[in-house]
T-cell receptor, first 114, second 115 residues
Framework: GDSVTQMEGPVTLSEEAFLTINCTYT??????LFWYVQYPGEGLQLLLK?????DKGSNKGFEATYRKETTSFHLEKGSVQVSDSAVYFC?????????????FGKGNQVVVIP | DTEVTQTPKHLVMGMTNKKSLKCEQH?????MYWYKQKAKKPPELMFV???????INESVPSRFSPECPNSSLLNLHLHALQPEDSALYLC??????????????FGPGTRLLVL
């Protein structure tokens, strides 16, 4: 079945550092890809998305490019802030018309130290 | 506006209680979802409603009973829950589209504690 793999373990970095979170996927067909962010005590917020190969999603300084050749959708930000501390989930979407399912990665806790 | 609202924000209930969670969206979406999320884990799909009809039930125990009274509202009725049902319950909505072009928008969740 469809699946998403995120790099293991939390990510701890200093303010203004460069952030990369790896995400690879296994899917048949042409899924859409998403990054969701969950701040402490809150629900999931859509951070960015891409619906076809070579699309680049971007929002709030974060970017990710849909790479079909490497089945990847890595998240990057050039200069993180303390306020970026959160859990980040990569997800893919298959099917539609009311049978839409999201396959989530395990998530990565990002901690930004001042 | 991509807002999904959920009430209550927090809920504590005993194993013999009956309670309900409520979700509302005004984006005109015709698909709505319930998820359960345990600490440090991704959300797990429970139910999907499409055009007010239940389209997916992920083998959820009958002590959880969903209801979709209209296209904007989604309820989750809870009865005789167990302590292991304590979790964050998330609602989401999307506009049905072909293939995989739907985007799900999540609410803030209800944090449930079963004593």
């Amino acid at each position: 079945g469809d699946s998403v793999t995120q790099m293991e373990g939390p990510v701890t970095l200093s303010e203004e550092a460069f952030l990369t979170i790896n995400c690879t996927y296994t899917a048949t067909g042409y899924p859409s890809l998403f990054w969701y962010v969950q701040y402490p005590g809150e629900g999931l917020q859509l951070l960015l998305k891409a619906t076809k190969a070579d699309d680049k999603g971007s929002n709030k300084g974060f970017e990710a490019t849909y790479r079909k050749e490497t089945t990847s959708f890595h998240l990057e930000k050039g200069s993180v802030q303390v306020s970026d501390s959160a859990v980040y989930f990569c997800a893919l979407s298959q099917k539609g018309y009311g049978n839409n399912r999201l396959a989530f990665g395990k998530g990565n806790q990002v901690v930004v130290i001042p | 506006d991509t807002e999904v609202t959920q009430t209550p924000k927090h809920l504590v209930m005993g194993m013999t209680n009956k309670k309900s969670l409520k979700c509302e969206q005004h984006m005109g979406h015709r698909a709505m979802y319930w998820y359960k999320q345990k600490a440090k884990k991704p959300p797990e799909l429970m139910f999907v409603y499409s055009y007010e009809k239940l389209s997916i039930n992920e083998s959820v125990p009958s002590r959880f009973s969903p209801e979709c009274p209209n296209s904007s509202l989604l309820n989750l009725h809870l009865h005789a829950l167990q302590p292991e049902d304590s979790a964050l319950y998330l609602c989401a909505s999307s506009q049905p589209r072909a293939l995989s072009k739907e985007t799900q928008y999540f609410g803030p969740g209800t944090r449930l504690l079963v004593l």
